[in-house]
């Protein structure tokens, strides 16, 4: 019978996004590799390699919008991770986040090894316990809290005995994406994504409708990408300037039109991440109320905008806290066009 490992990562599509090395990493060990996600991350999870089966589940311990706990809804998913029968699991968190609640439904699933990074002392919880913030060379169990996301899971993948094959440089993947050009045309062009989940990440709507026209008149085509609810702000945003491509991807097309872009001019959500992931260089517009040296893309060209030394720094707010929302709206346009332009030298002179 092949062994069946659970990853695990309950969060949304850009943090799955940014667990994918981890995940090839206990793929490559010749298992099958079942992924335990949020629906916010759903979408990614079908996109990484590596992935065989997907496990659904909206936790209400990391969900930003939970539902109440309901024990009948508890019980029915600690008897579907019982079914898969997996010999052990990889929970995969964020500095802010616990594995204990997590590990408590998998022991009672029967899960027989859990590995994790705990603060809090996990008594039975955790076979394999990494301790944020000590020593990670002191006795092997500390993990240094500075790490990007992806080493971080890498990491942790690390502590339960599971490491990347040869050849694979640990950076961010998804499985080979759909033909667009239905959706974008043959011509070059430049993707702008103004919206995020957090409104305190996102680039303020003027701004982003500036850097369109800003953009445009400097010879680039821009294609404003959004979901389904965020129709209205994209067409405000391309305004006749740029191509409203609005709810009209899923996230694997929304890949091709990304692989296809010289540059993504987005903030700190998931598509920078996808953008990463398919080897497109990203403008960051980066609010610091989480930490760039964790969340910024990773393993591709970038420039990070915005004031990192801003009131909300590290404040993990998902509404600004500072009235005008300084960190990103002292970044203009002119600003954005050089940032584009250097990374397109840049890859030209490449």
Do not use: K
């Amino acid at each position: 019978m092949t062994r069946r490992v659970l990853v695990v990562r309950l969060d949304s599509d850009g943090d799955v996004l940014l667990s994918g090395p981890a995940v090839r990493a206990v793929a490559g060990s010749g298992g099958e590799v079942v992924l335990w996600c949020g629906p916010r991350g759903r979408s990614a999870a079908g996109l990484l390699p590596g992935v065989h089966r997907i496990l659904e589940w909206r936790c209400p311990w990391i969900d930003p919008v939970p539902a109440p706990v309901q024990a009948p809804e508890v019980l029915a998913v600690v008897a579907s991770l019982a079914a898969l029968r997996v010999a052990e699991a990889v929970v995969l968190t964020s500095f802010h986040q616990s594995p204990l609640p997590t590990a408590l439904l998998l022991r009672l699933a029967g899960v027989g090894r859990i590995t994790g990074v705990s603060v809090d002392y996990p008594g039975a919880l955790l076979d394999v316990r990494l301790r944020p913030g000590a020593d990670p060379g002191r006795d092997g169990t500390g993990l240094d809290e500075d790490l990007p996301e992806p080493q971080r899971a890498l990491a942790i993948a690390a502590a339960a005995g599971y490491r990347l094959p040869p050849g694979d440089e640990g950076r961010l993947a998804v499985r080979p994406p759909p033909s667009v050009t239905h959706l974008t045309g043959d011509e070059p062009y430049l993707v702008l994504h103004p919206g995020a989940d957090a409104p305190a990440r996102s680039w303020p709507e003027q701004r982003c409708a500036e850097a369109v026209r800003v953009l445009r008149a400097a010879g680039h085509r821009v294609l404003v990408t959004g979901s389904p609810a965020e129709r209205e702000l994209t067409a405000r945003v391309a305004a006749g300037h740029g191509e409203d491509l609005g709810g009209r991807t899923d996230l694997g097309q929304l890949a091709g039109v990304l692989a296809g872009a010289d540059v993504l001019v987005a903030g700190n959500t998931g598509p920078a991440h996808l953008a990463a992931a398919v080897g497109t260089p990203v403008v960051s517009l980066f609010a610091p109320v989480v930490p760039a040296r964790r969340w910024a893309p990773y393993g591709v060209p970038h420039v990070l905008l915005g004031d990192q030394g801003a009131p909300c720094r590290d404040s993990r707010a998902r509404h600004c806290p500072v009235p005008g929302h300084p960190c990103l709206s002292s970044v203009t346009a002119g600003q954005v066009l050089a940032a584009v332009q250097g990374l397109i030298g840049a890859e030209m002179a490449a």
